[in-house]
């Protein structure tokens, strides 16, 4: 039998991110949408999709096409340019 090392820790250790608690379905259409949204990703990619919105929207980050589709209330406007946004976080 060979001898295999391991693998060798990282030098920066992940922290393990948690975001626990409870939404239900057809309660309103603000968290309707964020279902929608969750539900068209990929398995596998919704934390990543989801941290980086959220590191984006807390960074200041969204740009004008996102915030000015929010701000007139246009929901599917809204989502379209989150998907641009997405895509370009997903190409990088």
Same mark, same amino acid.
């Given at each position: #039998?060979?001898?295999?090392?391991? +693998?060798?820790? *990282?030098? !920066?250790?992940?922290?393990? !991110? +948690? #975001? *626990? ?5 057809? %309660?309103? &259409? +603000? *968290?309707?949408?964020? @279902? ?10 919704? @934390?990543? %999709?989801?941290?980086?919105? $959220?590191?984006?929207? $807390?960074?200041? &980050? ?13 929901? &599917?406007?809204? #989502? ?5 946004? !997405? ?6």
């Amino acid at each position: #039998m060979q001898y295999r090392p391991g +693998r060798k820790p *990282d030098v !920066i250790r992940s922290v393990r !991110i +948690r #975001m *626990d608690g409870y939404r239900k379905r057809g %309660m309103s &259409e +603000r *968290d309707d949408v964020t @279902f929608a949204w969750l539900d068209s990703l990929p398995a596998g990619s919704r @934390f990543g %999709m989801a941290w980086e919105l $959220l590191t984006a929207a $807390l960074n200041g &980050e969204l740009g004008d096409k996102v915030q000015k589709a929010v701000a007139s209330g246009n929901t &599917e406007e809204a #989502m379209d340019a989150l998907k641009d946004l !997405i895509g370009a976080f997903s190409e990088g």
